[in-house]
């Protein structure tokens, strides 16, 4: 087990460089390639000369892109202070870039933003897990009857909404037309009730759309699962069936749902951009859509790592889980 | 897991005896018949994929034939009616978002535009996105699958790393940042051009590990079958094999899986779109014009609930022909 533990933390810090340097690729190195300064797109579209230089000093968007990957990386860890055309910018640590455009670190921003995504995506997934699993094994369990028919009719149309669409109508529905709540953000410091009201219908429009997803997978494996050799083992020895379906097939059934439960898990940690631009909340995604339409690049590049960083974690639990859950991993 | 669509001479006769079997109780002739039979004939029984095969043909249609019917219907989609607008609030005149004889699906707020017009013309932007990305996720997760598992070793363990890589990447913030970055002019296109090039190398890019990674498990399955191992015997080279024995029974799979991936990159544009980083106004797309009702879903909810529905109709109509083609293909479906 320590051993499995060991080769994944492994693999993830390898991921993790891997990330770091296609970042840097494409922010660094793409415009390069397309002609254009990308000083200047840290600073804005109509600065003065002057600062396009200063900037281009105090990042040394001169030297080799190693260079520039490590100090990144340095900075991280040690602070970074930005000197150069005259002036001194000074990021403590844990330093993940400096906006020259709206003149502030990147980190206070990101942990400004992170409470807000995170609390969008572990409620949402609570729900879709709960949701999508219960419809998809009883739709299998049932297969062909009423019930499997209409919630595979439902779990179709789930997956075939834009989240940004089914948002919209709930927004439309809910908050205007009924007048049920009030959609705003309110920071759970403020106000309990607010927060929840805020986020509820972020949480329905989100596991809406993946409780679909899992339904639909769910069902898929729990059926080719109860035709194994070793279900029928199960029932032939005389276990109860709640037990067969509980203990032994439930088991094989989820190990998929956890990948993928690692792999939306983790992207939506990073910002579930959709969901938030929609709503109006002001997360993670939120932040780096607005810097994408300001070519904000250190706010982009801070947020983009910071998604790798939680799509990593999430998976590495993932596949500790895993382990647990079935125990031939562990050896592979 | 999918069987042989075309069987090398020698192996003809027991295989399609084998397959006839596998049809079971629908095969009532003697006479052997290919999968390629079997699924048309299991695809046709299947209504909801027949329908979903039906609206997806409409929408080609319809999207090739945008600037024929615009222009039958006397509309253009870049036309401002500003007299059918409400000059205090900026909402259509008349009820459920302006829908005349004219403007059958009502009329954008502010500036008046046809909807209709303007939902004929993002279907070719939804549909050529989707398609052709498909068609680059397609051709690299092809290639390099069957590299991986046709050669193993380091090929293998190279290529299943960067595949492992690419789908635990944070794809859609990736693909933003991508396009983002892309200057306006480039390889003789501009504007929009740049923008659906773009769109569909990214968006195709960061599909292809799924097909890679099935196309990869069943080329290693199938390098040991016994047909591969007659033909090696018979002293066929590994080119021989690549192109005549595999590939021919990866068409399957493959099939399968743009089928179901067309949809996802349907989405995947209309999103980008959306959120201000696909295709540049005035060019209509969907996902565009729910950004812009984003702001009028009290005032003027028509605007809103049309393109959602046209994506979602078109959405649909692929799930379901994906879903039927997935099941007509699957040699261990029952029906």
């Known amino acids: ?332 | 897991m999918t069987a042989p669509l075309h069987e090398p001479t020698a192996e003809a006769a027991p295989s399609a005896a084998e397959e006839a079997a596998v049809a079971g109780a629908e095969s009532k002739s003697v006479q052997g018949r290919s999968l390629g039979r079997i699924a048309w004939e299991r695809l046709k029984r299947d209504k909801l994929a027949l329908t979903g095969a039906v609206v997806v043909l409409l929408l080609v249609a319809v999207a090739l034939l945008a600037p024929v019917i615009t222009s039958l219907l006397g509309q253009d989609p870049n036309e401002y009616h500003e007299d059918l607008i409400d000059p205090l609030f900026g909402t259509p005149v008349g009820s459920l978002g302006g829908i005349s004889g004219d403007h059958l699906l009502g009329v954008e707020p502010v500036n008046g535009r046809d909807i209709l017009a303007r939902i004929l013309y993002g279907a070719r932007i939804s549909l050529l996105v989707g398609f052709l990305s498909a068609v680059v996720a397609v051709i690299f997760g092809t290639v390099f699958g069957v590299l991986a598992g046709f050669f193993g070793g380091w090929v293998d363990s190279l290529i299943s790393r960067v595949m492992d890589g690419l789908l635990a990447f944070p794809q859609l913030l990736f693909i933003i940042a991508l396009v983002s970055v892309m200057p306006n002019d480039m390889l003789g296109l501009h504007g929009t051009g740049v923008r659906v090039f773009v769109m569909i190398l990214v968006i195709g890019f960061f599909g292809w590990p799924y097909i890679g990674r099935v196309v990869r498990g069943q080329t290693l399955s199938m390098r040991e079958r016994e047909y591969v191992e007659a033909a090696r015997s018979l002293g066929a080279g590994r080119f021989y094999i690549l192109f005549k024995e595999l590939l021919p029974n990866l068409v399957a799979p493959i099939i399968v899986y743009t089928t179901m991936m067309i949809p996802t990159n349907i989405l995947t544009e209309a999103a980008l779109s959306f959120l201000g980083v696909g295709v540049k106004p005035p060019t209509a797309s969907w996902g565009q014009m729910l950004s812009s009702a984003i702001e009028y879903y009290e005032s003027d909810p028509m605007y809103m609930v049309v393109p959602g529905v046209a994506i979602f109709i078109t959405v649909l109509a692929f799930n379901l022909f994906g879903d039927g083609v997935r099941d007509a293909l699957d040699p261990k479906g029952s029906r």
């Open chain 1, 1 to 332: 087990m320590l051993a499995y533990l060991f080769r994944r933390l492994f693999a993830a810090a390898v991921m993790l460089v891997v990330i770091i340097m296609v970042v840097f690729g494409i922010f660094f190195l793409v415009p390069k390639w397309a002609g254009v300064d990308i000083a200047s797109s840290f600073v804005g579209k109509q600065a003065d000369p002057a600062a396009v230089e200063a900037v281009r000093q105090k990042l040394g968007l001169s030297d080799p892109i190693y260079s520039q990957v490590w100090e990144f990386f340095k900075g991280i860890f040690a602070g970074r202070t930005y000197a150069g055309g005259g002036d001194v910018t000074h990021c403590a640590a844990p330093c993940f870039g400096y906006s020259f455009r709206s003149e502030q670190a990147i980190w206070p921003v990101l942990t400004d933003r992170f409470p807000v995504t995170l609390a969008l995506a572990l409620g949402a997934a609570v729900l879709w897990l709960v949701l999508g699993m219960a419809a998809g094994v009883l739709s299998a369990l049932k297969r062909g009857s009423f019930w499997d028919r209409g919630a595979m009719v439902v779990a179709l149309a789930g997956v075939s909404l834009p989240v940004y669409f089914t948002g919209m109508a709930s927004l439309a529905v809910f908050a205007f037309g009924l007048d049920w709540l009030d959609a705003r953000y309110v920071p759970l410091t403020d106000s309990f009730t607010g927060w929840f009201g805020g986020l509820i219908l972020p949480w329905i429009t989100l596991a809406f759309l993946y409780a679909a997803m899992y339904a639909r997978i769910t069902r898929a494996t729990m059926l080719e699962i109860l035709g194994e050799d070793y279900i029928r083992t199960a029932r032939a020895k005389g276990l109860r069936e709640q037990t067969v379906i509980g203990k032994h097939a439930m088991r094989s059934t989820m190990t998929p749902i956890l990948t993928m439960l690692g792999m939306d898990l983790g992207a939506l940690i990073g910002g579930a951009i959709l969901t938030e631009t929609t709503f109006n909340l002001p997360g993670l995604g939120q932040a780096v859509l607005n810097a994408i339409k300001n070519q904000d690049l250190p706010v982009i590049l801070g947020v983009t790592l910071i998604t790798s960083l939680a799509v990593l974690i999430a998976n590495l639990v993932v596949d500790v889980l895993y382990a647990v859950i079935d125990p031939r991993v562990r050896l592979a």
